[in-house]
Structure formats: structure tokens, C-alpha cells
DNA sequence: CTGTTAGCGCTTTCAT
DNA sequence: ATGAAAGCGCTAACAG
């Protein structure tokens, strides 16, 4: 018996195979120039002492630099795409030691030329990955099908546009968490004849997909479960402050017998904040997503469940995937369906405090 | 202007001060025979260009080895402790390159003198650092008493015993997941008039200080809200599958009326499999952890909540945090709450197949 | 008190 | 097809 070191390095395979750590290494790399015999007995000695390599030395010794991108919707402290943006740091942060630079592109999520221009930006740059959310349809199918000629590997976050095949996908299940949503406002509860759905609308950007896919799958609940439920849909105006007032005004004088709301998109403390004002403490709401201010509805019991997505775990996974796969070459998931988080009042501060990454 | 490269490394600075890498080193790590003036010249520089060391290169070149031990109650897959254990494997793989060999040695939770037994074995070998699971009190105590005389840093997860004042605590808050667990069980729903409490006796450990925290969370939530509640507590047991049928269905038989129960301790699928075998499916469950049984109950709706406290990442963040103190010199905080997950059937997926790490 | 130097394990280039 | 050797950035022992 001769004892091995604790971890096995590439010089104590090469000892055991009789040859040089240069061969060895090229048979890890499959760089070929190794003779087939050296090969097989290599790789033999390879999967019996089940080889790790250092991944510090590893790390250490690469020359090679690389160059991701992201293309994401510029935002502000406290909303959705900020979180989004904490990820992306992170992940830059970890990435730096491993030559690896991650440029941020922003556009604005109401404004397609933006995005467009940076389409031009991306391609002439040339980098070796791509990490995106893809806001705008038809302009996401230009810029990945460029990618695609030039075979540089895009990951979808937020959304996901399935027939595009990005390497990777780290989101939400819209059906699934509309669904639970209605089993949340629903469920075993009083006061289910009415409800309704309040629909934020954004100036130039129609209906997301997703928001399609969670009204969907809130509906396929009702429909389960409670189909006698009417289901109202109000239009509110997310910059627009009076003029919500004067519809959800109108909207409750109207249907009183309405005790419950929701909303797909993150808009849910506008309904909150009009509640606030007017003194009503008699509906149940639900939102999505921990946007500062939506929060604080929570807190103040104004909003009874927000469904959460990790974003910033999406973005991070994002960038991680491109790296396994650019890098080590490791095989990447499709599909990454983030957990559907339920916070209350009551959980709601340790979810924040607690970073995972 | 002279020109620096993308990342500042120790060489760097050390030109720029006008010394050599060596005593570059020996401020970074505080390890005095440096000179006041070329100390302050050197500390300027560092922080001027925010020099962040290589952890790669760090790691590579430490000589020191380390040996961290778990102190943990051993389990079979599918538990809850074998969760905790996922996350010891999970951290000892990537510390294995910084030189950190973690060591577990696990004891039976029904059973003090194998706890007492393993108290030895720690304090011979003289890790530095011990992670462990504060069961039996008093034992925990003499333990940690002997690991303070050596100096050696100790980390407490799943429960605290605050006044032992461990390093860190990576664990839920049991009050409020208690209180939680009443909201979810009885907020705006009719049949509240009685509830059951299940408590799983376990041979060997009195009522665990955790579960008691959790009854008195749920109770205040109750006493706040729902003051006429009756509240009746059953008494089960864990490995005597007919005394339990006897117990449940003589208690369900006394208290038609009761529509609503819930476990404290990790048990719930005991009552669930009651339910499941007796065709009963009007009683609304909630219990704690994803035990593989628990889970399975939930998915077929014998369950409705299920609190979850994710234990993988309890005991793996706890290792990081000896590693952070023990090799980074870094400030650890003292009480990390998890956050409190609840899930259903319609989110449960997504959570277990998402690995945070 | 300071500078020099030999590694850590792996990658990569250059001879052979 | 293969081996030798130079480094990646940092640590730590040693010589002065």
C-alpha cells in the first residue's frame, strides 16, 4: 500500500500513470495530442481516485478573460429590477478573480428604441455570454437570433420566451403562483362572491405574457374551486395618482359587496395606499413582490400576502449558469423555476434580513 | 498619470509604497515588525485603491490547515436532521480547498449518554471550531464551558440557549413561526370555536424548549385575536402507530366540532396519515418541516401549511461562519434568523427542487 | 524591521 | 505525442 496525499493533485496522477502533469492536464481538457494509450490509462486512474481538481489553482492559473453582458431594465432603490441588479453585482463581485467581467446595459422598460439601441452595443462587443430579461418580444427575437450566428449563449431571467431556447431560464411559474394566489384570497373563507382584479397599465408596453399567465392561473383556481365568484377587472394608472383615486373611488361606491383584490403585476401599493386614505381596513389584498413600498403595505396589514420571486437569486444564477457553461463547461438546466414565496406581516422581516447569497 | 491593472494586487501596492510584497503581507495580516511610517504609507494606499485581496490566490498559498466538527444528532434520508446534514456535506466539499476538514460525529437524539460521549471525543481532538445542536441542555453547557477555556469558537443552529452566547445562532424564531402558524390556521375562517394541539412525545427529551416557544407564539396570536378559542392539546406518540389510532379516534370521536389542528414538532404527518387511513378530509393541518412524509401528506392535500425553516442552509452557513471568524478574521452576527417558508401544495415543488447553494 | 524566495496546484507555452 | 518550465497572486520562512 503506498498512501496517497489527503487530495489528490494532477502530479500524483501523473506519478501513478508515468507520465508528465502536462499530459494529464491535456486529457482533462480533452485537447487532444495524447496517445491513446496514455489516454485510457490516464483517465483510468482518473475515475478511480475520483479526481477534483483544485479549484483555487484552477482559478489562479487561467489566462483566459471573458466578457458577459447583461441587458436589463434600469431602476431605483427599493423596486423590483433593483433587486435584479443586487444579484448582478454579486455575482460580479465573485466573478472578478476568475477574469471574468460582467458590463451592465440598461434600458427603460417603457421605452423599446431603448433597448433596440443596446442591441447594437451588445453585438459589436462581442462577449461570451449574455444575461437578459426579454421585455420586448420581437426585439428579443432579433437580438438572439444574432447571438445565436455568433454562438454566444443568452439566458432569459424574470420571463421567458420558450421558443427562443436560451441555454437557461431562472424564473417565476406564472400559472402556478396566480393560482396560488386565488387559493390564498379564496380558500375556506367568507365574503367570495366578488372579487377583483386590479390591472396596472403601462404606456408602450401591452400586456406582459407573464401577467397573462398569473391571471391564467388565477382564474383556473376560480374556476376549480369557487366558479360562482364574479370576477371584476379595474384598470389603474401606475404614475397617475388622481386619476386611480377617482376610479377606485368610483369602483368600491359601486360593488360594496367587493371584499377582496389583487394584483399580477408589482403595483399592489397603489390599491394599498388608496385604501390607507380612505380608511377601509375591510379587504383582503394580495400582491406580488417585495417592492419597498409594498412592504411597508404589508407591514401595515394593508396587504395581506405578497408572492416573491428571489430576483436577485435569479440574476446571480443567471450569470453562474453562463459561467458553468462558458467556463467549466458544465451542463446547464433549461427551465429554473424559482420558489413562489409567501410573506406576511409576520415572516416578512426575516426573509429580508436573511441574504442568501 | 500612470496606469494600474484592472485589479490591484499586493505587487502593486507594494511599488507604490516603495516596499516589497513581504512587508505588504505582514500589514495586511497585522503581523507587526513593520515600521510605523512604512505601516501608514501602506494602509493609505490600500484603502485609496480599495485592494481587495485574490481569494483564489489566498486560498492557494495558506498553508494552515484547519478541522471544524459537527456535533449533530444523525438521521435517516428523508428527516429532518438529514437535511442539516446535506448542508455539513455541501460546506465541507468547498472548504476542502481552503484546507478545512470537517469532521461529523453524530449522536441519537433520544438518547444523552451518546451526547455525553461525543463531548469527549471534541475536546481531545481540539478543532477550531465546533457546530453543534444545542439538544440536551445541560450537557450542551459543560460542553461549551470546556470550549471556551480552549478558545475554540462554537456555533449553535436549528436552537439557541442565548445565554451560553455561542459565536452565532442560524435558526428559526419559534415564537413568531408559532404565531404564524395561528394565522394561517384560523384568520377570517369559520369553524375557529376548537382546535387541536398534537404533541409528539418523545421518549427520553422533555418538551423541547423550541416547541414550547412555538405553542406560546401561537397562543398569543390566538389570545389576540381569537380569545374564545378552545384550545385541546393531544398527546401522540411517535413510534406506536396503534396507540395513536386509539388516542386520534377516541379525541376525534369526543370533539366532533374540531375542524383544525396542528403539530409542533416535525410530526405532523402522523395525524395526516390518521386522516388518510379514516377517509377524514374536513380537518385543516398545519405542521413544521419537509420531512418526506410530511411532504407527501401535503401534496395530497392532508396538509394544508407546512412552515419550513431550510435547514440545508442553517448548517452550512453555520460552517462558513467558523470559517468567515476563523480564517477571514471577520465579525460574525450573533442571531441569524431563517426565514419562516410557508408552503402548499401548489408551491412545494418549486422550493425542493431549488437548491440554494 | 525589511527584502527575497520558494512554493500552493493548475494552465499553457515551447521545445523536443 | 510528451515533458519541462514559467507563471497566476499570495503566504510564510529565512536571511540579513
Given at each position: 500500500m503506498c498512501k496517497l496525499p489527503d487530495k489528490i493533485r494532477i502530479k500524483d496522477i501523473a506519478a501513478l500513470a508515468g507520465v508528465s502533469t502536462g499530459t494529464v492536464d491535456r486529457v482533462l481538457h480533452n485537447r487532444?495530442?495524447?496517445?491513446q494509450k496514455s489516454r485510457e490509462k490516464i483517465e483510468k486512474i482518473l475515475t478511480e481516485l475520483n479526481y477534483q481538481p483544485n479549484i483555487y489553482a484552477t482559478a489562479l492559473a487561467s489566462k483566459k478573460k471573458y466578457t458577459f453582458i447583461t441587458l436589463l431594465p434600469e431602476a431605483k432603490k427599493g423596486e423590483y429590477w433593483y433587486d435584479i441588479k443586487i444579484g448582478v453585482d454579486n455575482a460580479a463581485k465573485e466573478l472578478l478573480d476568475l477574469n471574468i467581467n460582467v458590463q451592465q446595459i440598461f434600458f427603460d422598460?417603457?421605452?423599446e428604441t431603448s433597448f433596440i439601441q443596446s442591441i447594437n452595443t451588445i453585438l459589436i462587443q462581442s462577449p461570451d455570454g449574455v444575461l437578459l430579461a426579454p421585455v420586448f418580444k420581437e426585439q428579443t427575437i432579433i437580438l438572439t437570433k444574432e447571438l445565436r450566428i455568433k454562438n454566444i449563449p443568452f439566458v432569459f431571467i424574470d420571463?421567458?420566451?420558450?421558443?427562443?431556447?436560451?441555454l437557461s431560464y431562472f424564473g417565476m411559474h406564472s400559472f402556478k403562483s396566480g393560482y396560488l394566489a386565488a387559493k390564498l384570497l379564496?380558500?375556506?373563507?367568507?365574503?367570495?362572491?366578488d372579487i377583483a382584479i386590479f390591472q396596472a397599465y403601462r404606456t408602450?408596453?401591452?400586456?406582459s405574457n407573464q401577467t397573462e399567465l398569473r391571471i391564467n392561473g388565477f382564474k383556473k383556481y376560480i374556476s376549480d374551486y369557487y366558479p360562482d365568484t364574479v370576477i371584476h377587472s379595474v384598470k389603474i394608472y401606475a404614475h397617475d395618482t388622481d386619476k386611480n383615486d377617482k376610479i377606485l373611488k368610483d369602483f368600491f361606491n359601486h360593488y360594496p359587496q367587493i371584499k377582496k383584490g389583487v394584483t399580477?403585476?408589482?403595483?399592489a401599493y397603489l390599491i394599498a395606499d388608496y385604501l390607507t386614505t380612505n380608511y377601509i381596513d375591510d379587504i383582503k389584498l394580495i400582491g406580488y413582490d417585495l417592492l419597498e413600498k409594498n412592504v411597508i403595505a404589508l407591514k401595515k396589514n394593508k396587504i395581506c400576502y405578497l408572492l416573491a420571486q428571489r430576483p436577485e437569486i435569479q440574476s446571480y444564477k443567471g450569470l453562474k449558469a453562463l459561467c458553468e457553461y462558458k467556463i467549466f463547461k458544465n451542463k446547464i438546466k433549461r427551465t429554473n423555476f424559482m420558489p413562489i414565496d409567501i410573506l406576511t406581516q409576520e415572516n416578512i422581516d426575516f426573509y429580508q434580513e436573511f441574504t442568501i447569497i
Open positions: 487532444g495530442e495524447v496517445s422598460q417603457y421605452n420571463s421567458d420566451i420558450s421558443e427562443l431556447n436560451a379564496l380558500k375556506d373563507e367568507k365574503n367570495n362572491s408602450g408596453n401591452s400586456e399580477f403585476n408589482s403595483r
